[in-house]
Nanobody, 117 residues
Framework: QVQLVESGGGLVQAGGSLRLSCAAS????????MGWYRQAPGKQRELVAT???????NYADSVKGRFTISRDNAKNTVYLQMNSLKPEDTAVYYC???????????WGQGTQVTVSS
């Protein structure tokens, strides 16, 4: 079973940047689907970005052009570079992995991102 630990959240002013990291314990494969989701207070959890392997990414319309997802399989880590942050990006950000071989879903504990106006 893979365990995921997020880091890098914090408080930033609008227009600023943050980089989130998600470190996986255990082996992950390039075919495993990894992604970032977020949940704002009173709202449902929503997709932010996903990545299967370098170049195979998907983004929510609300973050396209501002966020970039990447992964380092050697380090078992996925990243989310967030630029031009807006107050509406404020949420708890979660990392998720879907194992390609088993379909097993793992979630991290979440990291808080707060963007002040």
């Amino acid at each position: 079973q893979v365990q995921l630990v997020e880091s890098g959240g914090g408080l930033v002013q609008a227009g600023g940047s943050l980089r989130l990291s998600c470190a996986a314990s255990g082996r992950i494969f390039s075919t495993d689907l990894m992604g970032w989701y977020r949940q704002a207070p009173g709202k449902q959890r929503e997709l932010v970005a996903t990545i299967i392997s370098d170049g195979n990414t998907n983004y929510a319309d609300s973050v396209k052009g501002r966020f970039t997802i990447s992964r380092d399989n050697a380090k078992n880590t996925v990243y989310l570079q967030m630029n031009s942050l807006k107050p509406e990006d404020t949420a708890v950000y979660y990392c998720r992995l879907i194992a390609a071989r088993t379909g097993y879903v793992s979630w991290g504990q979440g990291t808080q991102v707060t963007v002040s106006s």
